[in-house]
């Protein structure tokens, strides 16, 4: 019964014949070149770095070259409380198309970051309660490209594969303007994407340690079976899923 009341409210997010569209793919802590490699086989439409240091998945410069030199795929900047020059040469050196902030930035930081280069800037809210989510939104509306609604773990920024309530958030997608992006992170695995997709009808979701054998290395295979239930939702009526 989950399930099917899940996917009934997808709904709203298909085209005319029923079906989910454009729904897109992160790949998040990317940590080496050969699991950006077998993300972007996988038909992952961004991968993500975590440029800030001190977390398990944080890299170097050096291997964020490496990184960038060997795909084309698109590359998101992760970031938690740099000061914002850093903050551009990190995300340039990355060659980012979009900024994920899991800090606790301004708007003036966010609009002054956002001038500096051709990016989208995503802003992190962790998940408490439908309330806190709400008054976040109402905030960083007017200043971001998208919203990426993560798992709320005591004491983190962001990251650490702690899945939230689905169905009690749910309803916040109703809020989003047409212009505003709704990344869905946090405990996502093969398991359970299309549920998450059912209560939340995001734009992307966002996977990490879901597609991992360990911290900060990716599994072959659990990124082509996420990637292949995620494409699934693409190919089948609703009613069939």
Known sequence: MIQAKAYEICQDKTNG???????????CGLTNVADAIRAESAGANYGGMILSQGFGRSISLETVTKIVSAIEMPMVSVLVNED??????????AKATAIQLHGKETSAYVEELALRGDWSIW???????????????????????????????????????????????????DKFSGNLELIVAG????????????????????????????????????????????????HRQIGQL
Request: net charge neutral; charged share 25%.
């Open 17 to 27: 014949v029923g079906q989910l569209a454009n729904l897109q793919v992160k790949v």
């Open 84 to 93: 914002i020059d850093t903050a551009e040469h990190l995300s340039r050196t």
């Open 123 to 173: 802003k992190a809210i962790p998940v408490k309660g439908k309330t806190e989510v709400l008054e976040m939104l109402t905030e960083w509306e007017p200043f971001v490209d998208g919203i990426v609604l993560d798992g709320w773990s005591p004491g983190s920024p962001g990251g650490t594969g702690t899945k939230f309530a689905w169905e009690e958030i749910g309803p916040v997608r």
């Open 187 to 234: 405990g996502l695995n093969h398991t359970n994407v299309r549920d998450a997709v059912g209560y939340l009808r995001p734009d992307t979701v966002d996977v990490s340690s879901g597609v991992e054998s360990r911290v900060g290395k990716k599994d072959k295979q659990l990124m082509e079976l996420f990637m292949r239930n995620v494409r699934s939702l693409g």
